[in-house]
C-alpha cells in the first residue's frame, strides 16, 4: 500500500540558510499535519492544511511557512535556519477528522551546522 | 500541565509478561484516542485506536479507555524483545485538526 512520501530524508544546511521539505500524502487523504521532534522529545505539531487551506497550527516559527498544492502534497520551508531548528520533521497524513489516526512518513532529519 | 501526560519509564518486563502503558489526558471534549510505537529515528506507527469506554483488543495488544477518569492504557500481552521502543500516546484534539502527543513510555523487554 502506498504511505506517506517525504524528501529529502537527510538534509544539512548551515545557519541562515533556507531549507524545503516535501511531504505527498497517502492517496485520497485530504488532511496533512507538519510535525518536529527533538532528539528524546515527543512530536509537536507545526501545522496542517485540509483541502488546500490552513486548518491549524502549532508552535511554529514565524521563520516556517507551509502550503498544501492542488495536488494535495505539501511543502514546509523553513528560512533563517537556526542550530536548534535540527530535528526530525514528520509529515503525516488522513482523512478529514483523523478518526483513524494518522500516517506518518519516514520523516526528514534536518541538521544545521 | 501538559494536555496528555504518560510516565516516561523506562518500563522494564522480561519476555513474555504483560506491558501495561498508561496515559491521562486534560481536554474532556476528546473524542479519539491513539497509540503509537516509535523505534529510535523512526517515525511513529499506529497500533491501536479507540474511541468507546471499555477495551478493545487486536492480537496481543488491549487498549483501554475511561472517558470519565480521562484515562487511556495500553496492555501488551507475551511482551517479545521486538516491542522494545517508545510507545507515545495521541490523543485527537476537539475539532480533529491536531493530535496531541504525550512524551512516549520506553518499554525494554529482556530476553
Known amino acids: 500500500a502506498a504511505g506517506v512520501i517525504q524528501s529529502p530524508r537527510h538534509l544539512i544546511k548551515e545557519k541562515r540558510e533556507t531549507a524545503t521539505l516535501k511531504c505527498y500524502p497517502i492517496p485520497r487523504h485530504d488532511t496533512v499535519y507538519w510535525y518536529q521532534q527533538g532528539p528524546g522529545q515527543d512530536p509537536q505539531f507545526l501545522i496542517s492544511f485540509y483541502e488546500k487551506m490552513q486548518s491549524d497550527k502549532g508552535s511554529i516559527p514565524d521563520r516556517f511557512s507551509a502550503q498544501q498544492f492542488s495536488d494535495y502534497h505539501s511543502e514546509l520551508n523553513m528560512s533563517s535556519l537556526e542550530l536548534g531548528d535540527s530535528a526530525l520533521y514528520f509529515c503525516a497524513s488522513s482523512l478529514r477528522g483523523g478518526d483513524y489516526g494518522y500516517t506518518f512518513g519516514s520523516g526528514t532529519r534536518l541538521t544545521v551546522v | 500541565q501538559k494536555e496528555v501526560e504518560q510516565n516516561s519509564g523506562p518500563l522494564s518486563v522480561p519476555e513474555g509478561a504483560i506491558a501495561s502503558l498508561n496515559c491521562t489526558y486534560s481536554d474532556r471534549g476528546s473524542q479519539s484516542f491513539f497509540w503509537y510505537r516509535q523505534y529510535s529515528g523512526k517515525s511513529p506507527e499506529l497500533i491501536m485506536f479507540i474511541y468507546s469506554n471499555g477495551d478493545k483488543e487486536d492480537g496481543r495488544f488491549t487498549a483501554q479507555l475511561n472517558k470519565a477518569s480521562q484515562y487511556v492504557s495500553l496492555l501488551i500481552r507475551d511482551s517479545q524483545p521486538s516491542d522494545s521502543a517508545t510507545y507515545l500516546c495521541?490523543?485527537?484534539?476537539?475539532?480533529?485538526?491536531?493530535?496531541?502527543f504525550g512524551a512516549g513510555t520506553i518499554l525494554r523487554v529482556k530476553s
Open positions: 495521541a490523543v485527537n484534539s476537539q475539532g480533529g485538526n491536531k493530535l496531541v
